[in-house]
Structures are given as structure tokens and as C-alpha cells.
């Protein structure tokens, strides 16, 4: 059954959605016709099974055959920062890891990120970042959307570690320990802080600083990650193995 997104999802048993480009995409590229059953979902939770009942114009009008409410996403919150890269798009970044589960993803400024998300285009960067979300949301049969944040420095991410996070902070010198080490510190968090570094890698300077505000220094393993490839095996480690659905 197709799934369509409408942010908007009134309580009620028969529905009239306006003009959107998911809408477009119902009735001029499927061409669903009234009868035809499609699910809606609003990004917050909400499932709708619906009956297309009429369609006209840039209207269309549903009836609600079943509504499925989920409370909460799942616990602890994933929140990905990543420094925005030069050889890959930050987009399938945004792509895999909503896929994988994350709940909040922060393009972020380093010492050595060469890609800034400024200037006169940037909420057109930010419409896109939202519609692969969106794709990457249906894909994945998730209900609840995750949150693309405006772009923070990296001094200002550090400062949202509390005792009630986990923020682990991949780098490739130094002491570092194993994520299957870090799984096991978990429990009783309220949420994971992934920090992920440009094609250059954390400065010595950054890493300390996050380590005093309690970050972990860890290894993704033994190969040198391309920086969309290092935050999608971090998210899908810490998202299957870190957590349970509540």
C-alpha cells in the first residue's frame, strides 16, 4: 500500500488534504483513484489506513478506516552530529541514518569542515534536506521524523552532553575503546550524542574538549571510514543493538 506524508492529520473520520507535493505525486503519478486505499503518515507518530473518496483538482478527500497512534519513538534518542562533508552529500547521510533510526541529525561546524551551510542558498539546502528525510522516512515504514537541526558549531554541540547522555566521538589516534565496550553503557540514558568528524578528522584540540564534557573516544574499527560511511555504522550500531523500542 502506498504511504504518503501529511504533516498535518486531523482527528476525524473523514479528511480533505490540500495541495502538496505528496498529493501531486498520488494523484498525477500513481493516478489513485477514489477506492483505492493508501496510508498517510504525519511524522509524529500517526499511521492512517484511508479510502481515497473523492479527487479533484488539488483536493482530495479520504475516509479513515483505521488510526494507529504510536506514543514515543524509541529510547534512548539517537542524535547524530556530523561535520558536513566535501566528498559526499550531507543528503545521504540525512538518507541512510533516518533509515537507520536517528532521531535528530546536526550538520556541524569543525576546525577542518571546508563545507558550510551559509549564504543565500541555504534554505533551499534545507528544503532538500528535508525531502530526503521524507523519502528515507517512508522507506524505512518509520512513524516519527527526525529532526534536521540548523547548522551548530562544534563548542555548541559539546555543551548538550549531561549525565544523561552517552556521546561517543570516533577518531583515529589516541586511546580509543571498542563500540561494542561502549554498548554496555547505555542503560539509563536518555540519549546517544554521535559525533562525527570531517574527511580531515577531529582536531587533538576538539577531542579533548569533548572529553571533558564526557565524551568517549572510540574506533569504528580497523579501516578509515569515508565520513557517510563512519556515521551510518555508528547510528545502525547504537540504534539495533543500543536500544529497545518503548
Known sequence: MDRFFIPQL???????????????????????????????INGQGVLLTAEIVSSSGHRVQVRVLQRHSEVSPCAPRIILACAV?????????????TQLGVDEIIPMQTERTEVLLRGRDTAAKFARFEKVAVAALKQSRRLWMPVVSRPYEFYEVVQRISSETLAVIPWLEGDRRGLKDVLGLVPGKKQILILIGPEGDFSADEVARAMSKGAIPVSLGNNVLRVDTAASLAVGVFSILGRQPV
Request: hydrophobic content about 40%; aromatic content about 2%.
Open 85 to 97: 562533508p566535501k566528498r559526499v552529500k550531507f543528503e545521504d547521510i540525512i538518507d541512510k541514518c
Open 10 to 40: 486531523a482527528d476525524s473520520p473523514m479528511l480533505l488534504l490540500e495541495a502538496s507535493e505528496e498529493l501531486h505525486h498520488m494523484t498525477r503519478v500513481l493516478r489513485l483513484k477514489p477506492g483505492a486505499q493508501v496510508e498517510l
